[in-house]
């Protein structure tokens, strides 16, 4: 049973890009339908956490206008981060659904339970996991795992009716 989603940001939420304005800011587009992802896994009741290599104010405001509690920004070796944080919440990695999609995520994606990444990721990446999106990254990749990890541990329905009568 999955207790925790965990996702990268770079490459899922967003669709890789780096857009560098004048003035030297970096800019992220992120799809609002990785939103409903959330809501979904939230409504399921499973925790969700971030775990990105970046660390831009970009990433910050996005974690924060969506409420998201667990985000770990900066962070070069997942693994070692995360194997920290399951034993204070104590939970294995077998109860761990986790999408990413580039090199830096395949240590992680070998450990979990349920790895998953985005359609535009690339073969080698697309080769370790059990999932790979509809949606590219940027396009709601997250939301498309969130949403067949649920419907594999028959949770789905029940949180989308929570999600559609809030409505």
Known sequence: MIKLFISDIDGVWTDSGMY???????????????????????????????????DIPALRNRMNKLKVEHFHLGIKDKVGLLETLMEDRGITFDEIAFIGDEVNDHALLRKVGIAGCPQSAPYYTKEIVDIITESNGGMGAFRDFVIEVLKREGKFDTAFQKLTSRQ
């Open 20 to 54: 560098y304005l004048d003035n030297g800011v970096e800019a992220k587009r992120f799809s609002t339908s990785d939103g409903v992802g959330l809501a979904l896994a939230k409504l399921a009741g499973i925790d969700v956490m971030v775990i990105s290599g970046e």
